[in-house]
């Protein structure tokens, strides 16, 4: 059993307009996906913004309603409150969020920050919240006297470890990750990625990993889902992923990808060019007639596209 099995989860959210405000149509932000979770994996979840990949997050987390599909943690459905309850869903599985000036409460202590969830959850002496605390401190790198600093005296990359700490506070299992590192400069991004993965080692976490960027996921994830209006285009194994991209899409977001390497750059943005030709010229072949991507078709054991079968095998050529 997968520590996360997701079932053709949808989430969709009404458009209401009108003098009535009624409800005339909806985003299909989320529309019929599958994906597991093993214990103690990183699995990332890569798309453009705009492709569903929070709602997703959130609906995980529990912080979204979902329209229908099931969501499984240990073989149990959460999407209902009870379930949740039943399992200590809100103690077992955290989120941290990429923006970690509005995400923390600016206006508490890194003290009263990282109790909050303690204090939800576990009923320690003042004393011993504050010990709790300080070790929490002292596992993401920061010093002690944090404790009774605001968020706004810290720069981004020691904020996000704040937000991590608060996160891995009541030992959860799982911690949903969207776009972690986004906001920090590159050299900040890989040192918040390597604690990330030391913290993983240590309490033997698992990670809904989610970005726009496939450079970022990289060194992350073994397994990867990319996301595009929706729904999946493309799911496997961190080879079939950048090795044998199927999907114009996954190749766009590769081909996305910043060259730090100035040698390489012209390269890699002649590359861009050319794809983005293709995404133009021919993207009717990869998407129906609503424009929306095709359900996925298995092409290895691991490795599935969302491609009309004729259209696979031309790839495949
Ligand atoms: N609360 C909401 N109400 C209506 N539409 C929303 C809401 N949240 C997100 N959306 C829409 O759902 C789609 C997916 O959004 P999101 O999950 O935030 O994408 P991503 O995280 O990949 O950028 C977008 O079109 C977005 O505008
Ligand atoms: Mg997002």
């Known amino acids: 059993m997968s520590l996360i099995e997701i079932k053709d989860l949808k989430v969709h959210y009404p458009i209401r307009s009108g003098f009535l405000n009624r409800i005339t149509d909806q985003v299909k932000a989320v529309d019929g996906i599958n ?21 997703t997050g959130k609906a995980v987390v529990g912080l979204e309603n979902v329209t229908s599909g099931t969501i499984k943690y240990k073989g149990v459905d959460i999407t209902e409150t009870n379930a949740r309850h039943n399992v200590k869903y809100n103690q077992n599985v955290q989120m941290i ?19 909050e969830p303690l204090r939800n959850f576990q009923h320690l002496s003042i004393e011993d919240e504050k010990i709790r605390v ?9 010093n002690p006297d944090s404790l009774y600093k605001y968020p706004h005296q810290f720069s981004g990359g020691q904020r996000q470890r704040i ?54 996921v990289r060194h992350m ?16 194994t961190r080879e079939d992923i950048y090795e044998n991209p199927l999907h114009i899409y996954t ?22 060019k050319e794809i983005e030709r293709v995404y133009q010229e021919e993207s009717s072949q990869y998407y129906d007639d609503e424009g929306l991507p095709y359900p996925l078709v298995q092409v290895t054991p691991t490795h599935f596209v969302a491609l009309p079968k004729a259209q696979l095998i031309d790839q495949l050529k």
């Open 35 to 55: 994906f597991n979770i093993e214990a103690g994996e990183t699995y990332g979840l890569v798309g453009e913004s705009g492709s569903g990949k929070s709602t």
């Open 134 to 142: 300080l070790q929490l401190l002292e596992t993401v790198g920061l």
């Open 251 to 272: 190749k766009r977001l590769l081909a996305a990808i910043p060259e730090v390497d100035v040698v390489k750059r012209q390269e890699r943005q002649q590359q861009r």
């Open 163 to 216: 937000g991590i700490a608060r996160a891995v506070a009541t030992n959860p299992e799982l911690i949903i990750a969207d776009e972690p590192v986004s906001a920090l400069d590159l050299s900040v991004q890989a040192q918040v990625l390597n604690f990330m993965k030391k913290i993983q080692r240590d309490f033997g976490i698992s990670y809904l990993f989610i970005s726009h960027d496939l450079g970022v």
């Open 97 to 115: 969020f990429q923006d970690s000036l509005s995400s923390l409460n600016s206006r508490k202590r890194v003290l009263d920050i990282i109790a």
């Open 221 to 236: 994830c073994q397994n990867i889902a990319i996301m595009n209006k929706g729904r999946l285009v493309e799911v496997g």
